[in-house]
């Protein structure tokens, strides 16, 4: 009976005339559309493809839209494969395609049609995005091989019949975000005189909420829903010392990609003075149903050594190295973190360094010319900066 209605209400779609423009998709599949401010509208497609692959534009126009009746009463279609550009699918739109086995819906989709899938008979699960805040009237009525529909938080209305006659279905878990659940919309097929509850179903929610109340006021069985998972991260992991406090920014998400809202469903907690090196962890208190304390962490490492080091030519008079070894300064470092140690790498044998304080010495007895020392600067490091290495030349002319 309600196949026929599906068919007669095939011969009764009222076609808008648009300037239809093909945009080929492949070998066969050919869609058409149309364009308003700057977005486009799939109205149906040429040949007979059994998959369709929506494109995510066309022309440079995002494709955000399935059109009404686009695909209705299209026999060969079995799978379709929408884009997280589609924000709607109007009414109809693949209404009665007895074939369709499988839609991939993405985030980004917010409303879905009245009669959208209607009498797809051997459509078998549906997994329904966070973003999607309206099912239509009869949007799954009639999905008899349905036995799966997962509805995320963030859904607001679901309308009347949207999953009327959908006899495989044992079950469904509605989301506390769920106000408004319409007549007949879960539960209830035909009995072939009037209308009736699928045996043993059960509704699984949570308590004072729409699928409570809808399942109360009609004798059907209410569960409570376990929480989903939850998981959380930080923007990311390692952050690099810069002396003031860090609190990165904290994700929380449903294992289906919903995100949690801070100040709603969870509160955070920073560590104090997270300004130093070290592993910190954020106290997230998950509020609500999820209601549980939870932690997630990153790290501080150590900054760069800012260490600057310059070495200079510094001239010694003959006349003075003749008699004594002379010490002069001809390195110097600054900003340096942690304690500073000098080593002599190569250079005349005539120049010695001293490995505390980087100064030159030059031999007693030392002639006159131009002499030069290569010299390694370590410096330690602290907890809060890396250990660095400058090397530099230090010049020194006997005169």
């Known amino acids: 009976m ?11 779609i009222i076609i808008s005339i648009f300037a239809a423009m093909p945009l080929t998709a492949g070998a066969e599949t050919q869609f058409t559309y149309t364009v308003e401010n700057g977005e486009a509208t799939i109205t149906g497609c040429s040949g007979s493809p059994t998959e369709i692959v929506i494109p995510a534009e066309i022309d440079g126009n995002p494709v955000t839209a399935i059109g009404k009746n686009a ?94 006659e959908c006899t495989s279905l044992k079950s469904i878990t509605v989301p506390e975000s769920v106000r408004t659940i319409d007549d007949y919309a879960i539960a209830y097929f035909f009995t072939g005189s009037s209308m009736g509850i699928i045996s043993d179903f059960v509704i699984y929610g949570w308590d004072n909420s729409a699928a409570s109340k809808y399942a109360s006021d009609r004798n059907i069985t209410f569960d409570y829903a376990e929480p989903p998972q939850v998981y959380m991260s930080t923007s990311r992991f390692t952050y690099t010392y810069t002396g003031k406090a860090i609190k990165p920014a904290v994700t929380v998400k449903e294992e289906n990609g919903n995100k949690l809202v801070n100040g709603v469903d969870y509160k955070l907690v920073y560590p104090t003075s997270p300004v130093n090196v070290g592993l910190y962890s954020i106290e997230v208190r998950l509020l609500g149903k999820y209601n549980r304390i939870d932690y997630t962490q990153y790290q501080i490492a150590p900054a760069k050594n800012p260490i600057t080091v310059k070495a200079t030519t510094k001239t010694v008079k003959y006349s003075a190295v003749k008699k004594r070894a002379v010490s002069v300064t001809a390195i110097t470092v600054r900003n340096a973190q942690g304690a500073v140690n000098f080593q002599r790498v190569s250079g005349s044998s005539k120049l010695s360094v ?17 002499y030069k020392v290569k010299v390694k600067v370590a410096a330690k490091g602290t907890r809060n900066y890396n250990a660095a290495i400058k090397q530099v030349t230090a010049t020194i002319k006997v005169k």
Do not use: H, M, W
């Not at 009245?114 to 051997?122: I, R, S, T, Y």
């Not at 099912?135 to 999905?143: E, N, Q, R, V």
């Not at 490995?355 to 010495?361: E, R, V």
């Open 354 to 370: 001293n490995k505390k304080t980087g100064k030159i010495t030059v031999k007693k007895g030392t002639k006159k010319g131009t």
């Open 71 to 164: 695909f209705f009463d299209n026999d060969d279609i079995e799978k379709v494969y929408l884009t997280e550009y589609i924000q709607l699918i109007d009414d109809n739109a693949f209404g009665d395609c007895s074939s369709l086995t499988y839609v991939a819906f993405y985030e980004g989709l917010n409303i879905i049609g009245e009669g959208a899938f209607e009498c797809c008979e051997n459509l078998n699960n549906v997994e329904l995005p966070g973003t999607l805040f309206q099912i239509g009237d009869s949007a799954f009525s009639t999905c008899r091989a349905l036995t799966d529909v997962e509805l995320s938080q963030g859904l607001l209305t679901i309308g009347k019949y949207a999953f009327y």
């Open 2 to 12: 309600k196949k026929l209605i599906c068919t007669l209400l095939c011969a009764l």
